[in-house]
């Protein structure tokens, strides 16, 4: 079975600072590896996914994963956050390809201060 | 644009009550799963559903049941609620073809008193 830890519950930077949020997984076939985003008070969206090619992925505000295989982890990253980026950021990894065996992190809090 | 639709936002139901999540969706999806979501825990899965009709247990199936009648609808039973089944459900479907995410709904926060 796979598993996803996500190893910083928490994590405070300020405006215009950059970040990275911690995602290792642990299985023994090959996986797919999304990050959604939670708004408060709202569902979960997918940010960003990497299912094969480059192991580099980007999302449409400025966010990037990078899928390192010896290392299985995915961590994401943005250089510069705005106060809009506070939100709770879960790692989730599928085996097989299909949501269908979806395993979640614990979640990381991003608080972005002014 | 996808829609997955949780029928309320909120709700306070007492301890004993039989109590009944509603979930539906328009992108003619064959899966369909129930979330819970605790602090430090992260999202646990209850339930999936992968067909009318057809229901797999998850991680945490005590005390929950489900229902899918219409591909569209997946419903969450909570059969007699107790306080520890206090918590955010979501709700989230996908398409069986490889390669496709998971879209949810915005969520039930149930507190049982």
């Known amino acids: 079975a796979q598993s996803v830890t996500q190893l910083d519950s928490q994590v405070p930077v300020f405006e215009e600072a950059p970040v990275e949020l911690r995602c290792n997984y642990s299985?023994?076939?090959?996986?797919?590896l999304f990050w959604y985003v939670q708004y408060p008070n709202q569902g979960l969206q997918l940010l960003l996914k990497?299912?094969?090619?480059?192991?580099l992925v980007e999302s449409i505000n400025g966010f990037e994963a990078e899928f390192n295989k010896s290392q299985t982890s995915f961590h994401l990253r943005k250089p510069s956050v705005h106060i809009s980026d506070t939100a709770e950021y879960f790692c989730?990894?599928?085996?097989?390809?299909?949501?269908?065996?979806?395993?979640f992190g614990s979640g990381t809090q991003l608080t972005v201060l002014p | 644009d996808v829609k997955v639709t949780q029928s309320s936002r909120y709700l306070v139901k007492r301890t004993g009550e039989k109590v009944f999540l509603e979930c539906v969706q328009d992108?003619?999806?064959?899966?369909m799963f129930w979330y819970r979501q605790d602090p430090g825990l992260g999202l646990r899965l209850i339930y999936f559903?992968?067909?009318?009709?057809?229901?797999e247990k998850g991680d945490i199936p005590e005390g929950y049941s489900v229902s899918r009648e219409k591909k569209e609808r997946f419903s969450l039973i909570l059969e007699s609620a107790s306080t520890n089944q206090t918590s955010m459900y979501l709700c989230?479907?996908?398409?069986?073809?490889?390669?496709?995410?998971?879209?949810f709904g915005q969520g039930t926060r149930l507190t049982v008193v």
């Open positions: 559903s992968y067909d009318v009709k057809m229901k």
């Open positions: 989230a479907s996908s398409s069986q073809a490889l390669n496709t995410e998971a879209f």
């Open positions: 992108m003619d999806h064959e899966n």
């Open positions: 990497y299912l094969s090619g480059s192991t």
């Open positions: 299985s023994s076939v090959s996986v797919y």
């Open positions: 989730a990894v599928s085996v097989g390809g299909s949501a269908r065996q979806l395993t």
